[in-house]
């Protein structure tokens, strides 16, 4: 699966757009009231893309695990402490609301921690390198 993601901003334009796997969508993100890049930074979105990661793998993996999910919170937090400083104490909370037992829902938040795909990549350190 490819999954790519850009950003187009002018002074009286802000585009956003992410792609996967040829399907492409764009996505209404404001732009700075001085008109000079989003108005949403990088960090908030590494905590909305952690956060929609799990709520999203805990209704693939319950679906497939068979347990019923009526809802899901997700809550992604860290520390940025300056500018070319790589964030710190990054954390998450969840809450599944189920009718499934406590122990079942559970293994269900363990489960998805091990596997979250976006999770898993800022835990393995994967080099970015920029490209002409």
Known sequence: MKISASVRNTYKLHETRVETDG?????????KSAGKGSAVNGGEFLMLALATCYCNDIYREAERLQIAVNSVEVTASADFPGPGLAATNIRYTAKVLSTAPDDVVEDLLRHTDAIAEVHNTIRSGVPVQMTP
Do not use: D, H
Request: aromatic share 0%; net charge neutral; no cysteine.
């Open 23 to 31: 399907r492409a969508q764009t996505l209404e993100v404001p732009m």
